[in-house]
């Protein structure tokens, strides 16, 4: 068996972290991902959920009672940034399992097989690329009222599949050309195992790195999606204070700043912390970049 094959057996926790400290970029953004998510889903549990809202308190700077200051309502801004993190975060890595689940499935399956799978699938593939991402979830979020988190990630999922599918088909098409991979068919070790045991433990990294962006892309258009007004307003969001800053212009009011500026530091900063986070992941499952 192949020394790429054996890589792929590896503890993958070992090396995801001996890839992490050595990346001190990497090791940064998995901090920094950590201390956000941290934040928007224990946050919560530490803060007043009630926040109850106080007309004598209506726009006032920051405090050592109200850090961020208070919103239109009179309410605390910091509860309110703490509990809106945990829904684009959940949504967005929802949406993001969904679409590497496709993209791996499909494409293991049509460059595996080839064949008329294959030519059926890629059919579809283009169906799907040729139409506007982002103008097909407006039509589908216009289209369903109130539709619940979940069906967001289902929407954002189902339309972000198609351009990891042909990148997975033509290294499955590749790797099951290798020595390990003819081995394992003589042993008549069945296509499931084949395919799930000796070709994808070799695409780990890219599957990996790929689940990293891909969550980033769900994210900024489920935020998208708020800050144009069309998902409920119900369930305190990022977006959703973006879209209200945008369009009652909070954002020309000084005081009203933390507000407008504080789910924006968040996104950023949570886009950040994925970016370098997928930086130390490729170079730890990448086995290139680990012999370096």
Do not use: C
Not at 89 to 99: F, P, Y
Not at 157 to 165: E, K, Y
Not at 188 to 197: A, D, K, P, Y
């Amino acid at each position: 068996m192949s020394d790429l094959a054996i890589a792929g057996r590896q503890s993958a926790f070992g090396q995801i972290w001996t890839g992490l400290t050595r990346s001190p970029a990497g090791f940064a953004g998995t901090i920094l991902v950590g201390l956000i998510v941290t934040f928007s889903f224990i946050g919560p549990l530490l803060v007043d959920g009630d926040n109850p809202t106080d007309t004598s308190m209506i726009w006032t700077g920051p405090s050592a009672e109200h850090w961020l200051g208070t919103q239109y309502e009179g309410k605390d801004t910091f509860t309110i940034l703490v509990s809106s993190g945990a829904e684009p975060i959940w949504v967005g890595t929802l949406a993001a399992l969904m679409s590497v689940f496709v993209a791996v499935v499909f494409g293991s399956a049509a460059g595996y097989f080839r064949g008329r799978i294959d030519a059926i699938l890629l059919q579809l593939t283009d169906v799907t690329v040729t139409i506007p991402q982002f103008l097909l979830m407006l039509a589908v979020v216009a289209f369903f009222e109130d539709i619940p988190p979940w069906g967001i990630a289902i929407v954002v999922g189902s339309t972000m599949w198609a351009f990891l599918f042909r990148s997975i088909r033509a290294q499955v098409m590749s790797l099951k050309e290798r020595e390990f991979v003819e081995a394992a068919r003589l042993q008549n070790l069945g296509t499931t195992r084949i395919v799930f045991r000796e070709i994808l433990p070799n695409m780990a990294g890219f599957i990996f790195i790929n689940f990293v962006i891909a969550v980033n892309q769900a994210i900024y258009a489920i935020v998208g999606l708020y800050v144009l007004g069309l998902m409920p307003s119900g369930t305190p969001n990022w977006g959703l204070m973006i879209h209200q800053s945008w369009s009652q212009n909070f954002y020309l009011n000084p005081v009203a700043l933390p507000f407008v500026i504080a789910p924006l530091i968040m996104i950023v900063l949570f886009t950040i912390g994925l970016v370098t986070m997928g930086r130390g992941l490729d170079q730890a499952l990448n086995p290139r970049l680990r012999e370096r």
